[in-house]
């Protein structure tokens, strides 16, 4: 019989007589952000040239209402919005996976290269210069690619260190003076068609890859929760998670393999946008106030994260648009300087 637990519930799971706790404030707040994220959905949908209530929102997207407001929620706002929403959630969980796996909250795969590799693996598939395969996978090849270079470059630390975050940058680096060589080469209507993955945009977003990345996103967040107990337990010495009976080297595999394939869906449907990565891991955790792996809450707020900068950079110098990925840079840039000023706050 499992005692009680102070600020926790204790769930019986099945027939097997295990007990797992769960941390009544980390339910709270996850509650709290999918409502705000639903408003901020409702307000995104809402708010434009064409501006329209929640009741008209909601009716237009059930098929009720104006035409015209029916044409506007659904045909020319909705894709964006789920993009967006996906995008966020998929970069901020990549985050806390990464994060955890490296034991370093600068462990982010916009930081080590990852999102800039996958972006000129985008682009060059933009500009025609790898036919045949559409941006979502040349995205993931690109991830791949750049996750093996700063494995095989930091040697034998691993993901520990800063030696790894260090050689990330470099990869990083190199991947976005690539993008823009490639941009330079191109006529300027292809370079124009391909500069959305250079800074971050939600603009005119592919209903296809928005469909795959949710499907993506659904897929890694299931398998996610799955690992969230020998993720919790890789925070501890290794030999600690060993006895405990934690595969290190299967859970790690795992995890670095989710966290490379969400980045890599996320890049291909909004571009490097890697801050959410490390912005919506932070706010997870600084609402949930508990030393496990807040995998959902991190992915809520990554969603809520970039919609609100998607809708700030619409509405800012309307009709001139921010893209999202400006938005988030000007917002998580000083968090980031505080964060390399203050070593101490880059540790779990």
Known sequence: MSLPLPGYWIISLGRHDISLPVSRRAVAVNAVLLVLLLATVTASLGLGTVRLGPLEVWQALWGEGAALNQLVVRDLRLTRVLAG?????????????????????LATPGIIGIDNAATAFAVASVV???????????????????????????????????????????????????????LSMVAIDDANAAFPWTVGSL?????????????????GLLLALRLSRPLHLLQLPPSVS??????????????????V????????????VGLVALLGPEIARMLC????????????????LMLLADLAGRLLLAPLEIPVGIVTAVVGSPYLLWMLLTPERSRP
Not at 85 to 105: D, E, H, I, K, Y
Not at 203 to 219: H, Q
Request: net charge positive.
């Open 85 to 105: 929403l996906a995008s966020g959630a998929a970069f901020a969980l990549s985050g806390c996976l990464m994060q955890t796996l490296a034991g370093n909250r």
């Open 128 to 182: 025609g210069m790898a036919s045949a395969l559409v941006p979502s996978a040349m995205s993931l090849v690109g991830a791949v690619v750049a996750t093996a270079l700063v494995f095989a470059l930091a040697g034998g630390s691993g993901t520990r260190g800063y030696r790894f975050i260090v050689v990330g940058l470099g990869v990083g680096a190199v991947a976005g003076a690539l993008t823009q060589l490639m």
């Open 203 to 219: 603009n005119a977003r592919s209903p296809e890859a928005t469909r795959l990345l949710m499907f993506g996103l659904l897929l």
């Open 242 to 259: 060993q006895s405990l009976g934690v595969h290190l080297r299967r859970v790690r595999g795992m995890t670095l393999l989710l966290s």
């Open 261 to 272: 394939a969400l980045t890599g869906l996320a890049v291909a449907v909004a571009g490097p």
């Open 289 to 304: 106030r508990h030393r496990g792996v807040p995998l959902l809450a991190s992915a809520l707020a990554g969603g809520l």
